[in-house]
């Protein structure tokens, strides 16, 4: 399983980014995919999430109505549009999966996903 991340930048407040994660190595329709966030000095956080198996998604209260999370199962890709950005989403941002079995519920616990891609920086300041 591999996982390459991209789209961080440097943007203003209000502005918007999009992250890509693109996977290999798995199929998606069995998997979860999620993004996280690790800010310095603070504890790794779990941002959203997606089932590849039926595209409920999850997201952490902090993001939620600001950032859209989607996934394109053809390309093994998915993404984390960030709209409406502030400050405090400053961080490096991590893509992660992992099998899904029948019945368990997605998850923003980092614990539940066992391969990880590189960071992407995203930036939010003036």
């Known amino acids: 399983v591999q996982l390459q991340a991209s789209g961080g930048g440097l943007v203003q407040p209000g502005g918007s980014l999009r992250l890509s994660c693109e996977a290999s190595?798995?199929?998606?329709?069995?998997?979860?995919m999620g993004w996280f966030r690790q800010a310095p000095g603070k504890e790794r956080e779990g941002v959203s999430c997606?089932?590849?198996?039926?595209?409920?998604?999850l997201y952490s209260d902090s993001v939620k109505g600001r950032f859209t999370i989607s996934r394109d199962n053809v390309k093994n890709t998915i993404y984390l549009q960030m709209d409406r950005l502030k400050p405090e989403d400053t961080a490096v941002y991590y893509c992660?999966?992992?099998?899904?079995?029948?019945?368990?519920?997605?998850?923003?616990?980092?614990?539940?996903?066992?391969?990880w891609g590189q960071g992407t920086q995203v930036t939010v300041s003036s």
């Open positions: 997606i089932s590849g198996k039926d595209g409920s998604t």
């Open positions: 190595g798995f199929t998606p329709d069995f998997y979860v």
């Open positions: 992660a999966t992992d099998y899904l079995p029948i019945g368990m519920p997605i998850s923003l616990d980092s614990d539940e996903y066992d391969y």
